[in-house]
């Protein structure tokens, strides 16, 4: 498996509370990518990195804001949560864009 | 018309059964492809990538067709552990879409003893 992690794996927080998931590997791959996974939507791209400090928007990424300060660390914020943020957010990386992905296993946050 | 369409199912199969999964894709430009495969609650793992002249992994077979601009799944002797969601997965392409996939909602399989 690649050595993708996600922390916190589990979160509960209040409306309006900022919150912080980080996504560390330990692949050294260029590509960094923060999905969400909602029922009847399926993966949705948050924001993706294509290098240190190189980041753009995906499909969905109202309400967020990344970080990529370092190769092995993708941090993605919500500034402010809503409850319409309460869902299970993935982290990806790959070596190639447009190649095969490897996901984190996921944190589930729910916002109250 | 969705960038990527899955049948949703479920389909309920029993064990031995052969099961066959679609997809249709809506960016003809699109150069990669592949089925993921998703446990309940866990992340989506590479089941296998699809290439033009079709591959074969095991009991897994993956055909594209890109005149029509479909990929198939095919699982033969299914198991019970077979049982999950999969998930066809198409690159997108062009222009700032260049190295983004695309995730279809997936089909829920299930096997019965």
């Known amino acids: 498996d690649a050595g993708i992690t996600q922390s916190p794996r589990h979160k509960v927080t209040e409306t309006g509370t900022p919150v912080t998931l980080r996504c560390h590997q330990t692949?050294?791959?260029?590509?960094m990518y923060w999905y969400r996974q909602d029922p009847g939507h399926g993966l949705r791209l948050i924001h993706y990195s294509y290098g240190v400090k190189d980041t753009d928007k995906g499909e969905v990424s109202d309400g967020y804001s990344v970080s990529r300060s370092k190769t092995e660390d993708f941090l993605l914020t919500l500034e402010s949560a809503t409850s319409s943020q309460t869902s299970v957010y993935f982290c990806?990386?790959?070596?190639?864009?447009?190649?095969?992905?490897?996901f984190g296993p996921g944190t589930r946050l729910l916002v109250l | 018309r969705k960038e990527v369409e899955q049948d949703p199912g479920p389909f309920n199969v029993p064990e031995g059964a052969t099961v066959a999964f679609n997809c249709t894709y809506s960016n003809s430009a699109s150069q990669s492809f592949f089925w993921y495969r998703q446990d309940c609650r866990k992340e989506p793992k590479l089941l296998m990538s699809v290439y033009s002249s079709g591959n074969e992994d095991g009991r897994f077979t993956a055909q594209l067709n890109r005149a029509s601009q479909y990929i198939s799944l095919l699982i033969r002797d299914s198991k019970l552990s077979d049982s999950a969601t999969y998930l066809c997965?198409?690159?997108?392409?062009?222009?700032?879409?260049?190295?983004?996939?695309?995730f279809g909602q997936g089909t829920i399989l299930t096997v019965h003893p």
């Open positions: 692949e050294n791959h260029r590509y």
């Open positions: 997965v198409v690159e997108r392409a062009g222009g700032t879409s260049y190295g983004k996939l695309t």
């Open positions: 990806a990386i790959s070596e190639v864009a447009g190649e095969t992905q490897y």
